[in-house]
């Protein structure tokens, strides 16, 4: 059986949807006490999204990167979304290089301990605050050394 594409209006219906159940979940649950630490990475519902922006109606990955201080104290957490589509410098000929597009862009291997179903980028504009609420399934951690350098594009993308 063939799945319907949905139109912008479809999505955003079923988006509101899905978002008062998340909102119910927030209810239920006291997220504002989940111990959520920076560096993990998590199944997240982003909902319907304008523009450019990563998002889905399903889940997508994210990475927390808030401080764990705030982590443990807010209902909210600091993420990056993920993306399998990782883009790349090309050469005079059109060629795709093995150098990064963007400087502020970073590439996390997919591994035993992130268990990521793909190498993804993790694109540093495109910071935003979630609820806990919006966490899905714990995927994993990523390393110190790989969470350093998120850490470096993070500082290049808002120039602080």
Partial sequence: MAIKKMN???????????????????????QANWKVPRGAVYGCYLGENVGFEKGTLESRPVLVVSIDEINKSSGNVVVIPLSK????????????TKQLKYSWHYVVKRSQRNKLKYNSAVQCEDIRV??????????????????????????KALQV
């Fill in 85 to 96: 589509n990782i883009k790349y410098k090309k050469d005079k000929n059109g060629n795709f």
């Fill in 8 to 30: 912008k209006y479809e999505s955003l219906f079923r988006w509101t949807a899905d978002k008062l159940k998340i909102q119910e979940k927030f209810k239920k649950n006291n």
């Fill in 130 to 155: 979630v609820s806990k609420s919006r966490l899905g399934n714990f995927i994993g951690f990523i390393d110190r050394a790989d969470m350093k350098e998120v850490s470096k594009r993070i500082k």
